[in-house]
Structures are given as structure tokens and as C-alpha cells.
């Protein structure tokens, strides 16, 4: 168990896990759940240090194992000689007891689990496939809530789902982030011209048809001297500039896209692609005001109608720039200008080196999922923590429900 931990450090006695013994869930056999790894990999510790009477009811979605997201360059080290837990989707009630579980075949791994809509029902939906670096190659899942899967989709002729994103819109189409590599002049950031580096692609699929209906590519909007990064060398291996890690809707319906390795969030317009305009990075289009200050960031949406809500984590993955917290930054397109609203740190101050995300509650609360930083957390409007629970290791998303899958 960690406590109040600021960083993953090696080490079993660090990340020292206790068996619980569980039953999985059945599942079609499209993905028929494998039974459950032996203890001490894979087993649970899920330990609740707060839990106040203002914190929302419901279940908590995530993944346990290293997801893919986790392993950007400049990590390697770190991870390298850290049990790691068998990958598995989880829920458990706020209390710490797992009432649901998805094991994946052996030799896959799983993440971003979360529950969606789909057709006006109520499903479960997930990332499963293989690990390649700092990203995934494998399909998307959307099944019943009762866990068994009715859909299963990728990003498009040549592309494979990536493990970062897949959201559904109340329409019916999925927002998918992919990787594809492709040979690039690296000259301008320092590497060969006849390189190789990933161009991220954002795809917006009909489920239904799996009709691709929009494909927007990092490489053809963004400029390489745009990068942050300094974990990965050009030339060295396929250089990785941009790091899509997620896609939303604007209120307007464009596309709303966060790229960790620039520490920009793009708003792309979905029939031109066209980029309307760009918050943080190198070329922000709006002035930042006071405390407007992110880098590497995941999970940006909007939270209102000129307001985003993002994970900011403030590390490269090698070097920490501040606490990671959550910003929320209201947008003013007319004058440019950004200004922050409200930034939520973590009361051990925490810094986590790749993932998280914060999703909105109902009554206003806010669960953030600190990434790797072991931590899962709920703030109320004034800031208060009114629940936390620390991990044995981070989790690339976690989410709030007031509903858990049943077996059927």
C-alpha cells in the first residue's frame, strides 16, 4: 500500500499488494473472462483513507495493471523492477469491495474503463490489445451491462485503436485516438531527414456502420518544432512529438483534442480540420492569465460553455514542474485571453508522471484519477477532499458511477 505518495518508487515493499480472493464476471465469448491471477500479482488494495459525508454515492471504475499510456519515454527506469498487477477492469463500491471484474485473455492488456451510453442504454466500455511503447494497438469494446460485449470497433481502414481515447457522443459515433507510423524530415528538431516518427490521429467512427466520418492527422495540422518533449531523441527510435491522449466535443461539436508532447489543447474544427484555435503550448492563441500554467496534460473537456477542465500534470515523465492538479481555465475567444478559475492540487501534493483525468459530478463534486500517482479522489466545490483511496499502483482513468455492471 502506498500512502500519501508523491511518486512510483521501485521496490516491492513499495508496492507490496494483498490477495483478495473475488470471482470474475462472465462475459460472451467474444472476451470470455480468464480466472482470476494468483496473489500477490493482480490482487487488490484498494485502501479508502477518506471518505466524508459530502462525497457522492456510486461505484468506481478503473484498471489495474501498467496501462500503456503509462510507459512514455523517460519512464522506463523507473518501472523497470516494479511488481506489476495483472490487467483487469474493476468496480468497486466506495467502501473498497470489488463487486465486478473483467480479466482479459492472457497476453492482453485493458484500460480506460468506463461506463457510456450507447443507443440510450447504459454500457461498459474499454481499451483491449497489445502495449507498443507509450501508446496501444488493439480494439475498442462496448458491451451490456451485464458485461457482455456487443460491439467491438477499431479507427479505421490501417489503424488500429490506441489505448488513450474512446468516447461516445449521445449520436452514436465514437471519438478513437490511433498511432500510426510513418517516415518524417526530422531535421527541424534536431534528427535525420529520413526519420521515422508516430503522426496521432484523432477518427470520429459510426458505431453503428463503423463508417469512419472524420480522420484528423497531428502531422499534417502541427508543426514538429511544436514539441515539449525532450524524452524522446529524433533519430534514435520512431519519435514521438505529439502524444494525443484525448478527444471531446465543444459545445459547438467540434473536436476538442489534447496533445501530451506539445502541452497544447487544439480545438479542430470536425468538417475542415482546420484548427480554430490552440490553449497552452508554444503557440497559444490566447494570452494566459495568471496561474494559466500546464504542461503534458490529459483529459481536456469542456466543462462549460467557455470553460475547460483539465488534468494537468506538470512532468515530463523524467523531470516534475510543479504539482499535478486539475485547472479549470475559462476561455474569453473575444479579447484571447484565458484565466484560470479554479486549481486543484492534492493535499500530499501530488505529481503524477503520465495519465489521469477528472470527470464533473452531478452535484457539482469533482472525482480526479491522479494517474501515477496512486490516487483516486473526490473534491467538493470549495475544494474540500471528501474522499480519497490510494492504489498499489496509478490507474490511467478513473470514474464515478451510480450504477455497477451485474452478472448474467
Known sequence: MIRNSHRIRRGAAALAVAAVGLGTCALAPLAAAGPLPSAPVGALNYTVDVNKSGASPGYIYYTTGVSAAALVPGLGQTLSGVPQAAPANVVMDKAGHQVWRYDPPKGQDVSNFRAQTYQGKRVLTWWQGSTVGGHGTGEDYIADEHGHIIET???????????????????????????????????????????????????????????????????????????????????????????????????????????????????????????????????????????????????AEFAGPDTIRLFNNNSTGSQNLGLSSVQWIHLDTATHRATLVRNQTHPSGLVAMAMGDAQGLPNGNTLVGWGMAPHISEFSPSGALVYDVSLPFGTYRAYLEDWSPTSK
Do not use: C
Open 153 to 299: 470497433l477499431d479507427a479505421g481502414p490501417g489503424l488500429s485503436s490506441d489505448v488513450h481515447e474512446f468516447r461516445l457522443t449521445p449520436d452514436g459515433r465514437a471519438l478513437i485516438t490511433a498511432y500510426h507510423e510513418v517516415d518524417a524530415d526530422l531535421s527541424a528538431v534536431g534528427g535525420p531527414k529520413n526519420g521515422r516518427m508516430y503522426d496521432t490521429v484523432a477518427s470520429v467512427v459510426d458505431v453503428a456502420s463503423k463508417k469512419v466520418l472524420f480522420r484528423w492527422s497531428a502531422a499534417q495540422h502541427v508543426p514538429l518544432t511544436d514539441t515539449t518533449s525532450s524524452n524522446s531523441t529524433p533519430g534514435s527510435k520512431v519519435y514521438d512529438p505529439y502524444h494525443m491522449n484525448s478527444i471531446s466535443l465543444d459545445p459547438q461539436g467540434n473536436l476538442l483534442i489534447s496533445m501530451r508532447d506539445t502541452s497544447t489543447v487544439y480545438d479542430v474544427d470536425i468538417h475542415t480540420g482546420k484548427i480554430r484555435w490552440q490553449l497552452g503550448g508554444k503557440r497559444s492563441s490566447f494570452a494566459l492569465g495568471q496561474g494559466v500554467e500546464f504542461g503534458f496534460q490529459h483529459d
